[in-house]
Nanobody, 126 residues
């Protein structure tokens, strides 16, 4: 059974940094689509950063140049390094994956991902 467990959330001031981690259990990592989504209060869940089976990355325009997704296969963990955080980055961040998906034409499509974590809260104060 695949399980995703996020950690690393917290409260930080504007301009600060956080690194989120998502540990994957029950399945090997890499070679398929996995990454991060977020949901702010009163808003729909949106894609943040995705790694596909070719290790190509896709970032939301709002986080390009500030966020970095990476994968440690030995630790079975995918990370999201977040720099220059802004109050608008405040949200619950979710890890998601689907081992059946090597590549997606629209990698931020929520229904394409079968497994989801419980989420971790990130709060950025001004």
């Amino acid at each position: 059974q695949v399980q995703l467990t996020e950690s690393g959330g917290g409260s930080v001031q504007s301009g600060g940094s956080l690194t989120l981690a998502c540990e994957v259990s029950g399945y090997a990592v890499g070679g398929y689509c996995l990454g991060w989504f977020r949901q702010a209060p009163g808003k729909e869940r949106e894609g943040v950063a995705i790694l596909d089976g070719n290790s190509m990355t896709t970032y939301a325009d709002s986080v390009k140049g500030r966020f970095t997704i990476s994968l440690d296969k030995a630790k079975k963990t995918v990370y999201l390094r977040m720099d220059s955080l802004k109050p608008e980055d405040t949200a619950v961040y979710y890890c998601a994956e689907d081992p059946r998906k090597y590549w997606l034409a629209r990698p931020f499509t929520l229904r394409e991902y079968h497994y989801w974590g419980e989420g971790t809260q990130v709060t950025v104060s001004s």
